[in-house]
Each structure stands twice: as structure tokens, then as C-alpha cells.
């Protein structure tokens, strides 16, 4: 990818920019701080739900979100963003699109905080990206004439995929994608815009 392009896609998708900044910035503080042992993923931020519950560090439910387990786990993470948060700021526009990505997070750190297993220790940005997915889903069904037949068939089974991924991989936090997956249809649900953001930026030049 050559400058321009670089610079095209910060214009036209500068959240989730931001939002890839962030999990890079963190992924090499991780590293060069004792790497991704369990112990210093706590010392940064991670879910850890005797610290929110009893120590009231409500900090960790956003902190976790630009956490990962390890370099595998980040570009995993970082493609699915690059990719399907960039579709969305697109569709829905910079403001409500990180209203729909920290919403989503933060839904699915409650959800593992005070749903799940006390002794977990929780991070990465999938819920938020579920978030991601269940709005384009909810956006499928509101919204059906903004896609091509074949791209709501993709985000729906793209959802369905996920879905069974989540319940069947181990080592999968089903209640931090659930959280996210939930809030991001809600929102869009209830939130549904008439055109989609980048049609109105067109109209208006």
C-alpha cells in the first residue's frame, strides 16, 4: 500500500485508523514490557473481574479492548477492523461508529466481568468487532436496499461463521462476543440512518 493510499483511507476511515493505531501501540508497549504473559496483560489493563468488581478499576473495561494475547491474536483482530470497521464508518459515519465500537466493547466487558468466571483473564477487541458484525447484520435487514444480494448473503453467514466459532474453539470468550454481538445490533437497530454516511458526504460536495 503506497502513501496515497494510505492517506485515502485515513480520510475516508479516520476512527478506525485510530482505533488500529491504538491496538499497534499497545501490542509493542506489551512486548517491550515483558511480552504476553498473562501477569503483565493484567499490569496493562486486562479484564481481570476481582480488580472491576472489588478494587473498582472500571478502567479495565476499556483498556482491555486494545489488548491482545498475541501477535497471532492482533493481526487476526486488526484484519477484521481493517476491513469490516472500515466498511462500517463508511456506511454509518465517524461519530456512531465509535459510538457502536466503544458500546460494543464496553458491553462485552460487563458481560465478562460480572457474567463470567471470576477468574478469567479477559482481553482483545472481539467484541467490539462483533459489535461491528451485528450491526451490519441489523443493517442487512433495516437497510436492505444499500447492499447487493450477494454482499448480504456474506455478512450474514460471515455472523453465522463467527457465531460457531465462538461456541466451538476453546479459549474463546462466548460471553465477551455475545456482549459485543447484542449492543451492535441494538444500536443499529434503534439507530438506523436513512442514507448511508458516504452518500450524504457526496451530496454535499
Known amino acids: 500500500m503506497d502513501s496515497t493510499a494510505i492517506k485515502d483511507y485515513i480520510n475516508k476511515h479516520p476512527v478506525t485508523f485510530t482505533l488500529l493505531l491504538f491496538n499497534i501501540v499497545m501490542v509493542f508497549i506489551v512486548i517491550f514490557t515483558g511480552g504476553f504473559t498473562t501477569l503483565n496483560l493484567v499490569r496493562w ?27 497471532t491474536h492482533f493481526l487476526f483482530n486488526s484484519v477484521a477492523l481493517y476491513y469490516l470497521g472500515g466498511h462500517m464508518e463508511r456506511l454509518i459515519g465517524p461519530k456512531w461508529y465509535l459510538v457502536l465500537y466503544m458500546g460494543s466493547g464496553l458491553l462485552s466487558s460487563l458481560f465478562v466481568t460480572y457474567l463470567g468466571n471470576v477468574g478469567d483473564v ?6 467490539a468487532i462483533f459489535g461491528i458484525m451485528g450491526g451490519l447484520f441489523m443493517l442487512t435487514i433495516k437497510q436492505k436496499k444499500w447492499f447487493h444480494p450477494r454482499t448480504i448473503k456474506s455478512i450474514q453467514q460471515l455472523m453465522i461463521i463467527n457465531l460457531v466459532i465462538t461456541f466451538l474453539v476453546p479459549n474463546i ?14 444500536i443499529l437497530y434503534f439507530f438506523t440512518p436513512k442514507y448511508p454516511y458516504f452518500y450524504m458526504q457526496m451530496m454535499k460536495q
Open 45 to 71: 489493563g486486562a479484564i481481570f473481574p476481582p480488580l472491576i468488581r472489588d478494587n473498582q478499576e472500571f478502567y479495565r473495561l476499556i483498556a482491555a479492548m486494545f489488548l491482545h494475547g498475541s501477535i
Open 122 to 127: 479477559t482481553i482483545g477487541a472481539s467484541g
Open 173 to 186: 470468550s462466548i460471553l465477551g462476543h455475545l456482549g459485543g454481538l447484542i449492543m451492535g445490533m441494538a
